[in-house]
């Protein structure tokens, strides 16, 4: 299984960006969680958001009602909109898949990984 992450930019504060990743070589994604995960420079990798196979939807409280997930099975391709980006929201961005999709996905230890995407907000 593959992730391919593309969307990130340079953009000023306030602006929006949408994240793509598409997956290859899996079957069935919808019996898949996916997750968005983001590292800062300096810090750990954190989780921002999440979405298990029945298309429930957590969100981290950084991002809770700015940053929407969301996932095409049929493309292959999960998603997140990025609205009203902060300079706090920095940091490389990665696509993630696991095919324990019922689980809590918040805490799920993924087993795909893609190669990251990167987000810059700076005015």
């Known amino acids: 299984v593959q992730l391919q992450a593309s969307g990130g930019g340079l953009v000023p504060p306030g602006n929006s960006l949408r994240l793509s990743c598409a997956l290859s070589g899996v079957n069935n994604l919808d019996y898949h969680a996916l997750a968005w995960f983001r590292q800062a420079p300096g810090k750990e990798r954190d989780w921002v958001s999440c979405?298990?196979?029945?298309?429930?939807?957590l969100y981290s409280d950084s991002v809770k009602g700015r940053f929407t997930i969301s996932r095409d099975n049929a493309r292959n391709t999960v998603y997140l909109q990025m609205n009203d980006l902060r300079p706090e929201d920095t940091a490389v961005y990665y696509c993630t898949a696991d095919r324990m999709g019922g689980s809590y996905c918040p805490i799920i230890p993924y087993e795909y990984w893609g190669q990251g995407t990167q987000v810059t907000v700076s005015s």
């Open positions: 979405i298990n196979s029945a298309d429930s939807t």
